[in-house]
């Protein structure tokens, strides 16, 4: 089992900027790729940004160039920095982890999300 705990959402202002964490545990030794999802009210959850743990990043269309996700392997963590955000950016974000299973599909983990609001 993996458990994800995020952080570092709240309340900013449009233009502002926000980190998001969140922390790993459990069995953690194979996940290949986490990632940050974002759900708006009334909206389909989607992709913010993931890394593989070969290094690759894949970021959303929809924050592109306003995202950086990085991570610190000797904390177990994960972080989204958000800049310039804008009121479409209100949402729950999640911390999503996926390790594979015998049978070639993925074993998804979320963890329980953390809401961001940008309002003035």
């Known amino acids: 089992q993996v458990q994800l705990v995020e952080s570092g959402g709240g309340l900013v202002q449009p233009g502002g900027s926000l980190r998001l964490s969140c922390v790993a545990s459990g069995s953690i030794f194979s996940i290949n790729v986490m990632g940050w999802y974002r759900q708006a009210p009334g909206k389909e959850r989607e992709l913010v940004a993931t890394?593989?743990?070969?290094?690759?990043?894949n970021v959303g269309d929809s924050v592109k160039g306003r995202v950086t996700i990085s991570r610190d392997n000797a904390k177990n963590t994960l972080y989204l920095q958000m800049n310039s955000l804008k009121p479409e950016d209100t949402a729950v974000y999640y911390c999503?982890?996926?390790?594979?299973?015998?049978?070639?599909?993925?074993?998804?983990?979320w963890g329980q999300g953390t809401q961001v609001t940008v309002s003035s």
């Open positions: 890394f593989t743990s070969g290094g690759r990043v």
């Open positions: 999503k982890g996926q390790r594979p299973r015998p049978d070639g599909f993925q074993y998804d983990y």
